[in-house]
Structures are given as C-alpha cells and as structure tokens.
T-cell receptor, first 113, second 114 residues
C-alpha cells in the first residue's frame, strides 16, 4: 500500500498560531491532495498539488511537496477555532489511470480560542 | 446543489441481516467510490466504479456488493452483516476517473452491527 502517513497524529494550538502537518508516502505519485473532516461530517477537499509543483497557496493554506523525500506539508496560518478538524492527505498513484485515492490516518487539529 | 447524498445517516443492524446503503450524486460524475472509516485506520476503499455498468474491488471488498446501473446512483449492499462491519461509510464521486481530480464526499452513514 502507498497509503500516506500524517504527522503528528494530534496537534493542539492557540488561535492565531500557525499549524503545520506533514504527510509522507511510499511510491511515485501523480498528485497529492489534502482534505478536512469536521467531526461527524464528510471530507472536504482543500487543495491539490501536482507532482511537478513544489508549492501551492490557497487563502491561509500553503502546501509544499518534495517528491525526492516523498513528503508534503500543509501549513495553516493564523489559525482559528473553526479550523479544528481532522486533516488527511491523499495520494494518486503515478502508475494508475483510475484516479484511486489512498488516504492517510489523519492529523487531529484542535485550535483553542 | 445537493452534491453527494447518502442515506441513511445512522443504522443499527443485527448480525446476519442485509441492507443497502444508498448513494446518489447530481454532478454527472463518472467516478464513484465507497470507503469505510475506522478509528486509527484512515479511509479504506471498498469498491469503486468508473462509469455506469463498470465496477471493481478496492482494498476491503469482502462482505460488500455494488452495482452501477445509472450514472447518478451507486448503492452498497451488505450481504450478511457482521460486527466487523461496524464503521462509518462514505460515498465519494469525482468528474473523471483520470487521476488528479477532486473527490466530493457524502456526509457518511454510521453503521453499527450488534
């Protein structure tokens, strides 16, 4: 399995601080995506970064990808209590044309007011 | 827009019972899939479909059947429920089966098998 692995498993910060989550994976990928899951809800797509990209921004989100280290990081700047959720990375296999996504176990982020 | 709709939201089954989890999407997406989410395990792919009439197995298909008679619907059938199938089930869709497309998820079905 080329399931991504997020690190840390849990992260607790104060509002206004930055939150950084990391994802490592095992094989060559086409792209890597980050999703957010609020408690009791479905996953919501945040951002996608392709294998030929190194960095991508979306609002307060910054994603980096290092294919040589097979790792990615998600940075949330100026965090808010509403950012409290689980965050998952998902990879798409370079050898597959079927668009299957492989999810990690997630990072539980808690932002305290 | 409704997006991906799953029903029911909650279900309790007795061991050996069968049931169907419904999933419908109104975005004309080709690709649909079912995942289960267990504590500490992330999401694991059960079955997927790349279009009407075409389905295939994912990582954990045993005990589940699927069919795709229309583009919109992708039901998941539990043939004979077991306690090991207690989980939260998510249906997802994306506009193409070509890799690199965003997946849209339903709100989930929380299933308990007693």
């Amino acid at each position: 399995s080329q399931q991504g692995e997020e690190d840390p498993q849990a992260l607790s910060i104060q509002e206004g601080e930055n939150a950084t989550m990391n994802c490592s994976y095992k094989t060559s990928i086409n792209n890597l995506q980050w999703y957010r899951q609020n408690s009791g809800r479905g996953l919501v797509h945040l951002i996608l970064i392709r294998s030929n990209e190194r960095e991508k921004h979306s609002g307060r989100l910054r994603v980096t990808l290092d294919t040589s280290k097979k790792s990615s990081s998600l940075l949330i700047t100026a965090s808010r209590a509403a950012d409290t959720a689980s965050y998952f990375c998902a990879t798409s296999d370079r050898g597959s044309t079927l668009g299957r996504l492989y999810f990690g176990r997630g990072t539980q982020l808690t932002v305290w007011p | 827009n409704a997006g991906v709709t799953q029903t029911p939201k909650f279900q309790v089954l007795k061991t050996g019972q069968s049931m169907t989890l419904q999933c419908a999407q109104d975005m004309n997406h080709e690709y649909m899939s079912w995942y289960r989410q267990d504590p500490g395990m992330g999401l694991r792919l059960i079955h997927y479909s790349v279009g009407a009439g075409i389905t295939d197995q994912g990582e954990v298909p045993n005990g589940y059947n699927v069919s795709r008679s229309t583009t919109e619907d992708f039901p998941l059938r539990l043939l004979s429920a077991a306690p090991s199938q207690t989980s939260v089930y998510f249906c997802a869709s994306s506009y193409s089966f070509v890799s690199g497309t965003e997946a849209f998820f339903g709100q989930g079905t929380r299933l308990t098998v007693v």
